[in-house]
């Protein structure tokens, strides 16, 4: 399909699914090589990364962990500016280098909330790595290590990503026609 609808929306393709597997291909060869021997915790942050973060780890060729938390500062199509903890982490990072997995970074705010909660949980090394980000959006300084790709300020659904809870299991990403 090149384009879908989705409540009051129509969306395009405008990543399709066999490009994104190759990035994330690529980032998890980066990662296996840059993370060897440090027996790294992947931290999935839900909803929107479950997909990228399954296909991920299943491309990481090293000994690694994954958990998963959920934090919450979109509704519809804009960001709240308020980032709620949903369901937090129950594994002692203390000591151990940790993967932050993010579907998509936008105004860093998430991230950086993010960020702040695990450092006081007493990591070795905190590492973001990211399907998409929007840099143009960014609002907060953040060191983000693994980016597949960088795209413009369009408002996006497919692959984990969703408007309203719909559209993250379309294997392509979408960008809304306006």
Known sequence: MNSIQIKDKKFEISI?????????R???????????????????????????????????????????????SYE????????????GLSENISGRCVVIVEDIIDSGLTMQKLIENLGTRNPAEIHICTLLSKPENIRVPLDIEYVALEIPNDFIVGYGLDYDGWGRNTRDIYSVVE
């Open 76 to 87: 519809g199509t804009a960001s709240t500016g308020v980032i709620k903890e949903v369901i």
């Open 16 to 24: 399709p699914e066999s490009y994104i597997q190759g990035k994330v």
């Open 26 to 72: 690529e980032l998890a060869e980066r990662l296996s090589n840059d993370l060897e021997g440090k027996d790294p915790l992947f931290l999935g942050v839900l909803n929107g990364s479950f997909i990228f973060a399954a296909d991920l780890f299943r491309n990481i060729t090293i000994p690694a962990q994954i958990s998963f938390v959920k934090l919450a």
